[in-house]
């Protein structure tokens, strides 16, 4: 038996600060997922920006320890973490998050984020070259799976959107810098493709999007996966679609959103009534 809770007033969702308004440029993928969970559930929180470069001290300080690994072994600071006073938690990760406003706020906002569904997409490539979060998650373990799938998906086309990310001017170099290091690329200049390998990495991008479209197309009445009600699954690939949206050039932008009958430029629309930012 699932006992609810109160949504409390004093949750703290931190994420990353871009460019100001803050409000306005914040395009991490991994925070809009939980963004737009805790936007569906109704829980009332606020938000503490943190600058790239200050990830790691600011999880450290709250004694949260790193959600992912680098191949090497070293830890992958980064966000969204979520505190709940009231009941004396820290998530640092944006799955658990969900799992976590489920769990205890039930029967708050719209509904279910777990409801049962098939998402059988698959990378279809190595997902060993990602530092993905390692889980083993037994509940929504099929949610869990498709996250990584889609986490892989658009990483791998990463580069389309990199030189787009809207980092803060006043710390501009050193964003930069720390973003490379993430990426484990060996310059800012490499993280980016012009001319024709552009439009060939376009090219990939949208066919490695076909078998995730397939999946909106089942339920014709749209515009999620389960037709008119919404889940985490649409959540997970939202965050992507508001990275796409932020960081592609216009032209580039308004034409992926006609890929595969524009399912993605019609998830994103729809996913406007969660994307409040608090």
């Known amino acids: ?149 889609v986490d892989a998906a658009f990483s791998t086309h990463m580069l389309l959107m990199a030189h787009g990310l809207p980092f803060d001017p006043a710390i501009r170099d050193i964003a930069i810098a720390d973003f490379v290091r993430r990426a484990q690329a060996p310059s800012w200049d490499d993280l980016t493709v012009h001319g024709e390998e552009r439009e060939k990495l376009k090219r990939s991008f949208c066919d490695t999007l076909a078998g995730l479209a397939d999946l909106f197309k089942r339920d014709p009445s749209g515009p999620f996966l389960l037709g008119t009600q919404p889940s985490y699954a649409d959540f997970i690939v939202g965050g992507w679609v508001k990275m796409m949206h932020v960081t592609l050039p216009g032209a580039e932008l308004e034409e992926a959103r006609t890929w595969h009958d524009g399912v993605f430029g019609r998830l994103h629309d729809a996913l406007q009534i969660y994307a409040e930012v608090k």
């Open 1 to 149: 038996m699932t006992t609810a809770s109160t949504p409390s007033a004093g949750l703290v969702f931190y994420d990353i600060a871009m460019r100001p308004p803050v409000a306005e440029t914040n395009c991490s993928t991994n925070p809009w997922k939980a963004r737009y969970a805790l936007n569906f559930k109704k829980v009332p929180y606020s938000t503490s920006w943190v600058q790239l470069p200050d990830i790691a001290n600011v999880r450290r300080s709250l004694g949260v320890p790193a959600a992912r690994k680098f191949a090497d072994g070293s830890d992958f600071h980064t966000l969204p973490m979520l505190s709940d006073p009231t009941h004396g938690t820290i998530i640092g990760d944006s799955f658990d998050i969900a799992v976590y406003l489920q769990k205890t706020y039930p029967d708050s906002g719209s509904g279910d984020l777990f409801p049962p569904q098939k998402l059988d997409y698959a990378f279809p490539y190595d997902l060993t070259m990602f530092p993905l979060s390692e889980r083993n998650d037994i509940e929504f373990a099929e949610y869990s799976v498709f996250n990584t799938n």
